[in-house]
């Protein structure tokens, strides 16, 4: 076990993991702001741009996620991350933007007459009034697709070779050749993976709660 666990391969399995978190939060942010756009056309009225995001959403979120990779990769021509980061950012984006839409869905209409009375125009009704009740609402399954985007970057190891988290343990792994110390190295990856999601679940359920209050 002493041979596992030394500070170089501590440091390597480290700057892994910074791959992994960068990749995953650029993705988030861009992912996010996307999927909004997305749920807000798709709930909309306007029928162009509801259909167009509605044929995105569907589109995207029913093909899976290892076949953007692919596609972003060899059809883009992106670098390894860029090419994570994007095809991510797609797929994160469709799910992000059907689960605002039912989000917005199940905002009272008397929210939002009662917005209409005090003279407040279609977007300051969206920002300030139907967008952050929506969010209270969506967080736990915001939550449960930020988490699967965090996992599915072990994708890219396989991929486009991307060396994060997944790929920084299967190269430690290489150079051991006993059961046992490729078991530790598969535990303490399982281990780094719990310890960054639950960190995050957990800050999201804090938040949901002092939201409810």
Known sequence: MAEIFTVNNM?????????????????????????????????????????????????????????????????????????????????????????????LSAVGIGQIEAAKSQGLTRLQRLLYIILPQTFRKIIPTLVSQFVTLIKDTSFLWSVVAIQELTGSATILMGRYYQIDQVLILYGLLALVYFLVNFTISAMFRNLEKRLSH
């Open 11 to 103: 440091r390597f399995l480290l700057m892994g993991l910074g791959k992994t978190l960068y990749i995953s939060a650029v993705s988030l942010v861009l992912s996010t702001f996307l999927g909004c756009v997305l749920g807000v056309a798709r709930n909309g009225r306007f029928a162009p741009t509801k259909l167009l995001s509605t044929i995105y959403i569907e589109a995207v979120r029913n093909i899976p996620n290892l076949l953007w990779i692919y596609v972003v990769f060899l059809v883009l021509r992106l670098k390894s991350t860029p090419a994570g980061i994007v095809s991510f950012t797609l797929f994160t984006s469709a799910a992000i933007g059907e689960i605002v839409r039912g989000g």
